[in-house]
Nanobody, 121 residues
Framework: VQLQASGGGLVQAGDPLRLSCAASGRTFRSGVMGWFRQAPGKERELVAAINWTGLLTYYSDHVKGRFTISGDNAKKTVYLQMNSLKPEDTAVYYC???????????????WGQGTQVTVSS
């Protein structure tokens, strides 16, 4: 399984940004794809996750109401729409896949390469 994350960049506070994560290889029928982020000196945290039917989603309290996760099964791609970005959203964002409903990094088996999101004030 390979995950290719893209869409990061440098934006100003309040701007939107959309991340994409394209999966290739095996077909997933269970589990979730999640977006994590890791800022310098901080632990990697789960930002949002979605299962493969799209019926189950999770958002951390830090992003609830501002970020939206969605998926396109035909393209095996998951998106993270980030609105009203704040400087504290600055981090490297990673997509990852878990075979189960999971919220911790150790439960995710496959990881993308990470994409930098920088929000200036």
């Amino acid at each position: 399984v390979q995950l290719q994350a893209s869409g990061g960049g440098l934006v100003q506070a309040g701007d939107p940004l959309r991340l994409s994560c394209a999966a290739s290889g095996r077909t997933f029928r269970s589990g979730v794809m999640g977006w994590f982020r890791q800022a310098p000196g901080k632990e990697r945290e789960l930002v949002a996750a979605i299962n493969w039917t799209g019926l189950l989603t999770y958002y951390s309290d830090h992003v609830k109401g501002r970020f939206t996760i969605s998926g396109d099964n035909a393209k095996k791609t998951v998106y993270l729409q980030m609105n009203s970005l704040k400087p504290e959203d600055t981090a490297v964002y990673y997509c990852a896949v878990s075979p189960i409903i999971a919220t911790t990094p150790l439960e995710y088996e496959y990881w993308g390469q990470g994409t930098q999101v920088t929000v200036s004030s």
